[in-house]
């Protein structure tokens, strides 16, 4: 069965960091992206980050480009987001998303809560 | 970026009617195009890709048409089940891959 498992969450101070990790299963994993996509309890879905096949060209939405970095490894078939600088507005439910050009599997995701 | 949006915000529907959901892109995104249902608690499940074709496993009252900038689903005859919250998304330019702010679905 193909599925995609993060794990990581939690609560963290503001300015604090976290790393969040997605292990894939079930199908072969270099021949996907990934992506990172969040949500706001009760809100909508917002993408975050994406990362190419072999890890070597990665994008960001502007609200977290400089301060959260995503990178795989295929030997373990994970991929993760390291968060840096996190801020109160960071609070969601990450998921993360396997690339179709569409998102065709996606997590349960894990909670991150950001504050004081 | 292309900003995605969908009307209307909530729709409610009686259980067995036809729906259609509209969602409108800023600028022409061709047929790249998913949509996508979140049940609560859940995470998304994608329906529709290429703006019409059904992913795998997907039930046949879930169509999908539009190109350019004007797209729509339509869930032929409502099923319980199916109450939940519709998000469409482009993915023709990128990054950012947008999402529509979403469509959800009640029972009347």
């Known amino acids: 069965e193909e599925q995609l498992e993060e794990s990581g969450g939690g609560l963290v101070q503001p300015g604090g960091s976290l790393r969040l990790s997605c292990a894939a299963s079930g199908f072969i994993f270099t021949n996907h992206w990934m992506h990172w996509v969040r949500q706001v309890p009760g809100k909508g879905l917002v993408w975050v980050s994406r990362i190419n096949n072999d890890g070597s060209d990665t994008s960001y939405a502007d609200s977290v480009k400089g301060r959260f970095s995503i990178s795989r490894d295929n030997d373990k078939n994970t991929v993760s987001l390291q968060m840096n600088s996190l801020r109160v507005e960071d609070t969601a439910i990450y998921f993360c998303?396997?690339?179709?050009?569409?998102?065709?599997?996606w997590g349960r995701g894990t909670l991150v809560t950001v504050s004081s | 970026e292309t900003v995605m949006t969908q009307s209307p915000a909530t729709l409610s529907v009686s259980p067995g009617e036809r729906v259609s959901l509209s969602c409108r892109a800023s600028?022409?995104?061709?047929?790249?195009l998913a949509w996508y249902q979140q049940r609560p608690g859940q995470a998304p499940r994608l329906l529709i890709y290429?703006?019409?074709t059904r992913a795998t496993g997907i039930p046949a009252r879930f169509s999908g048409s539009g190109s350019g900038t004007e797209f729509t689903l339509t869930i032929s005859s409502l099923q319980s089940e199916d109450f939940a919250v519709y998000y469409c998304q482009q993915y023709h330019k990128w990054p950012p891959f947008t999402f529509g702010q979403g469509t959800m679905l009640e029972i009347k």
């Open positions: 290429g703006a019409s």
């Open positions: 998303a396997r690339d179709y050009w569409y998102f065709d599997l």
């Open positions: 600028q022409s995104i061709s047929n790249n």
